[in-house]
């Protein structure tokens, strides 16, 4: 006996449950069926705990600029390891309880069990037939791993595993210099743990930048070695482990692998839906509808592989569900993208980076923040920004960077690509004194010096005064 729906969800994470908010204002009508644990994985594994473990990490941190303000003592602070994780599950799951409740609350429409399709509008759940309209799959990602180190799985922890260690070891490599790994390695090393981090890749945190790159290289390398641009390798010594690469070989007691995600499509039967698959078995979808080609199912989230971010999968999700229950999808315009790496000082790519603008003609600004005032008062003088702006209109395009409160630098850069916002209006806008933003308006002077003049009675061309206590 075959169940009918209008829509079903496939996949109860962040992409799922913004597509479950738009289905149910539209239809009664729906199912959602998750296959492990309920809670999305921002809230168990990704985004929350993260953060938690950072945050332990930077106040801990904190500690050697101490006396640098005249506080005396830090030499005698301790971090509890166990205390501290406890804390970080504790919260963790108070996160994962909110996500929770919206699901709780469905009854059977909350269905558990790996769903597998079996035609453009049917899917099997175990024994069951379930049978929509439109089929939404938001099926989420996994840690890589790579097959020829499973054998020494028991020595290999993931973002999956993880936050769930009781004490952390005294040593432990980082493999994989992207975003995950670039957080995770500093923030272990200041959680007391020696460090060595290895990337395949030369750069790392995903910048392509030259300069914002070296000096981000530069910054982690203060706090535990890099060993980039080579494979790094595995073999069990002991009760460790072994990592070697072309350029360093050590002995640590656990590896964090951090090579990024998986798409978790495989064997939920997209050969179904008879469209031809990429060399990573990923379906054409649309990012502006979700939709695959022109079938009634929507891929959203990470199972996309197209931004592997929450805000980007709680949009996709969003989308497929409005689109999952019309009859004509419509085509959303997507934000201005924003990617934000939480190490100290943050690293963000704004809006067009430095490699999506190969080719063409345009104009760099920048500022270093060993000398900027405020930066100084707080002990955080270290970073780059680097802004990207077109030279016929002065349009600001993108930035990279590595600075001081990043997180919050690059919001207010994404603001301003998003508004088409030239390097004059942005010199237009007030400055408050003294705020690390003020090095932003030192790149954007940078910019606007290569532009031609504005006119006298315009505020844009009020210039720095050259002073550290004053720009």
Same mark, same amino acid.
């Given at each position: 006996m075959e169940e009918t729906y209008d829509v079903i969800i496939v996949g109860g994470g962040t992409a799922g449950l913004a597509a479950l908010r738009e289905v149910r204002k539209r239809t009664p009508r729906f199912a959602i069926v998750n296959d492990g644990p309920w809670g999305t994985v921002c809230a168990r594994v990704g985004c929350m705990p993260s953060k938690l473990l950072i945050e332990a990490a930077n106040a801990f941190h904190r500690r050697h600029a101490f006396e640098a303000f005249g506080i005396r003592g830090a030499a005698g602070l301790a971090l509890d390891q166990v205390a501290a994780l406890q804390r970080l599950r504790r919260l963790r799951d108070d996160f994962v309880a909110s996500t929770l409740q919206t699901t709780q609350a469905l009854g059977d429409r909350a269905i558990s069990g790996r769903a597998r399709l079996l035609g453009t509008d049917r899917l099997a759940v175990g024994k069951r037939t379930l049978r929509a309209r439109a089929i939404i799959l938001a099926t989420g990602s996994r840690p890589i791993m790579p097959a020829s180190w499973h054998p020494l799985r028991h020595l290999l922890l993931t973002t999956d595993t993880l936050f769930e260690q009781e004490s952390l070891p005294a040593r432990m490599a980082v493999i994989g210099m992207g975003p995950i790994g670039a957080e995770m390695a500093q923030a272990l090393s200041r959680f007391g743990v020696v460090i060595a981090a290895f990337g395949r890749a030369a750069n790392v945190a995903g910048l392509s930048d030259p300069e914002t790159d070296r000096v981000a290289r530069l910054l982690l390398a203060r706090e535990f070695p890099l060993h980039l641009g080579a494979k790094a390798d595995l073999e069990a010594a002991g009760d460790g482990v072994r990592v070697h690469s072309a350029t360093a070989s050590v002995m640590v007691d656990r590896v964090l692998v951090a090579l990024g995600r998986r798409p978790n499509v495989d064997d939920i039967g997209l050969e179904a839906l008879d469209v031809e698959l990429d060399e990573d078995g990923l379906p054409p979808v649309d990012p502006h509808t979700m939709q695959i080609a022109d079938l009634p199912v929507f891929l959203a989230g990470d199972a996309n592989r197209e931004r592997p971010?929450?805000?980007?999968?709680?949009?996709?999700?969003? @989308?497929?569900? @409005?689109?999952?229950?019309? &009859?004509?999808?419509?085509?959303?315009?997507?934000?201005? &993208?924003?990617? @934000?790496?939480?190490?100290? &000082?943050? @690293?963000?790519v704004v809006g067009s980076s430095l490699r999506m603008l190969s080719g063409r003609k345009i104009l760099s600004g920048e500022v270093r923040f060993e000398k900027q005032g405020r930066a100084r008062a707080a002990q955080r003088n270290t970073g780059i920004m680097r802004l990207y702006a077109e030279p016929d209109t002065g349009r600001l395009l993108g930035a990279e960077l590595c600075a001081p409160a990043g997180e919050h630098m690059a919001h207010l850069l994404a603001l301003a690509i998003d508004r088409a916002l030239t390097v004059r209006d942005l010199l237009r806008l007030p400055f408050y004194h003294p705020v690390l933003e003020e090095g932003l308006r030192t790149a954007v002077r940078d910019l606007a010096a290569q532009l031609p003049p504005c006119g006298e009675s315009d505020l844009a061309a009020c210039d720095a005064f050259d002073a550290e206590a004053l720009d």
């Amino acid at each position: 006996m075959e169940e009918t729906y209008d829509v079903i969800i496939v996949g109860g994470g962040t992409a799922g449950l913004a597509a479950l908010r738009e289905v149910r204002k539209r239809t009664p009508r729906f199912a959602i069926v998750n296959d492990g644990p309920w809670g999305t994985v921002c809230a168990r594994v990704g985004c929350m705990p993260s953060k938690l473990l950072i945050e332990a990490a930077n106040a801990f941190h904190r500690r050697h600029a101490f006396e640098a303000f005249g506080i005396r003592g830090a030499a005698g602070l301790a971090l509890d390891q166990v205390a501290a994780l406890q804390r970080l599950r504790r919260l963790r799951d108070d996160f994962v309880a909110s996500t929770l409740q919206t699901t709780q609350a469905l009854g059977d429409r909350a269905i558990s069990g790996r769903a597998r399709l079996l035609g453009t509008d049917r899917l099997a759940v175990g024994k069951r037939t379930l049978r929509a309209r439109a089929i939404i799959l938001a099926t989420g990602s996994r840690p890589i791993m790579p097959a020829s180190w499973h054998p020494l799985r028991h020595l290999l922890l993931t973002t999956d595993t993880l936050f769930e260690q009781e004490s952390l070891p005294a040593r432990m490599a980082v493999i994989g210099m992207g975003p995950i790994g670039a957080e995770m390695a500093q923030a272990l090393s200041r959680f007391g743990v020696v460090i060595a981090a290895f990337g395949r890749a030369a750069n790392v945190a995903g910048l392509s930048d030259p300069e914002t790159d070296r000096v981000a290289r530069l910054l982690l390398a203060r706090e535990f070695p890099l060993h980039l641009g080579a494979k790094a390798d595995l073999e069990a010594a002991g009760d460790g482990v072994r990592v070697h690469s072309a350029t360093a070989s050590v002995m640590v007691d656990r590896v964090l692998v951090a090579l990024g995600r998986r798409p978790n499509v495989d064997d939920i039967g997209l050969e179904a839906l008879d469209v031809e698959l990429d060399e990573d078995g990923l379906p054409p979808v649309d990012p502006h509808t979700m939709q695959i080609a022109d079938l009634p199912v929507f891929l959203a989230g990470d199972a996309n592989r197209e931004r592997p971010l929450l805000h980007e999968a709680a949009d996709g999700g969003h @989308i497929a569900g @409005i689109n999952a229950t019309r &009859p004509v999808p419509v085509r959303f315009k997507r934000r201005t &993208p924003l990617a @934000i790496v939480f190490t100290e &000082p943050g @690293i963000a790519v704004v809006g067009s980076s430095l490699r999506m603008l190969s080719g063409r003609k345009i104009l760099s600004g920048e500022v270093r923040f060993e000398k900027q005032g405020r930066a100084r008062a707080a002990q955080r003088n270290t970073g780059i920004m680097r802004l990207y702006a077109e030279p016929d209109t002065g349009r600001l395009l993108g930035a990279e960077l590595c600075a001081p409160a990043g997180e919050h630098m690059a919001h207010l850069l994404a603001l301003a690509i998003d508004r088409a916002l030239t390097v004059r209006d942005l010199l237009r806008l007030p400055f408050y004194h003294p705020v690390l933003e003020e090095g932003l308006r030192t790149a954007v002077r940078d910019l606007a010096a290569q532009l031609p003049p504005c006119g006298e009675s315009d505020l844009a061309a009020c210039d720095a005064f050259d002073a550290e206590a004053l720009d």
